[in-house]
Each structure stands twice: as structure tokens, then as C-alpha cells.
């Protein structure tokens, strides 16, 4: 008898309520161009050291079944799967808008973050230095 595999879906992030602190430096840039022309980085300039963002674990690559009963659903089988499962930390976008008034351009690799405009301008990036606890001590 042949039992019928049922198929999954990968969703593409899942946001955990585990939570951290960036300790991060935050550059502008100085940059020349326009927009039909394109821009060029001049510069840049540190005007944080130490700015501590808000960060959640996010999940990537997670398996779901159909009729999962919870956001974290594997697979019925330990076996029957091989996927490249991702845990990484994701700096809270609304306290990291507060010292680059931009949008994140999704270039980063998790430890750099870079910004632009609303017109595709590079205005700066979020560099993670450290880590720390989001419990009060």
C-alpha cells in the first residue's frame, strides 16, 4: 500500500518574541549625484558609537505543513526533510528609523544594514558591534 506524501510550503521568515539589543554604530554619508545619473558614496561620517536597537530572532526557511497548528511546524517526519533552516536577529525597523530616516535597501548581511531615501539615495548604515541582553538587570 502507498501512502501519499502531502507537500509543504516554506514560509519566508517567522518573528519570534525572543529579543535582544543591537549595540550598533550608525554613518551617514556624504554622497554626490542624482537620481539619472546615479549616486556616489563621498563619504561617510560615525555619528554613533553605541546605539542600542531593539532586535527579534526571526526564523527563515521554515517548513509548514498544511494544517499546522502552530507557526513553528515541522515536518511529521525528522527524515523526510532537509532544508537550510536560518535563526538570525532582525534589528526593530521603527528604532532603527530613528537614527537613519530611511528604508532598509536589503543588501545588508545581517550585521551591516544600509539605507536610502525614498528616491533610492544612500543615506547611511547600521553597523551591529555587539549584543546584549534585553532583560533589565
Not at 72 to 100: G, T, V
Amino acid at each position: 500500500m502507498e501512502t501519499k506524501q502531502e507537500t509543504f510550503s516554506i514560509t519566508s521568515s517567522v518573528k519570534t518574541e525572543h529579543r535582544c539589543i543591537a549595540v550598533c554604530e550608525v554613518w551617514t554619508y556624504d554622497v554626490w549625484g542624482n537620481e539619472d545619473d546615479g549616486y556616489e558614496v563621498n563619504d561617510r561620517c560615525c555619528v554613533e558609537r553605541a546605539a542600542e536597537i531593539p532586535a527579534v530572532l526571526t526564523i527563515s526557511n521554515v517548513p509548514m505543513y498544511p494544517g499546522a497548528t502552530d507557526r513553528y511546524r515541522s515536518f511529521p517526519d525528522e527524515s523526510s526533510f532537509d532544508a537550510n533552516i536560518l535563526c538570525s536577529y532582525e534589528l526593530d525597523e521603527n528604532e532603527a528609523f530613528k537614527y537613519l530616516a530611511g528604508l532598509d535597501d536589503g543588501c545588508g548581511d545581517g550585521t551591516t544594514y544600509y539605507y536610502e531615501d525614498d528616491e533610492d539615495r544612500p543615506i547611511g548604515e547600521i553597523i551591529i558591534v555587539g549584543w546584549k541582553s534585553a532583560d533589565p538587570e
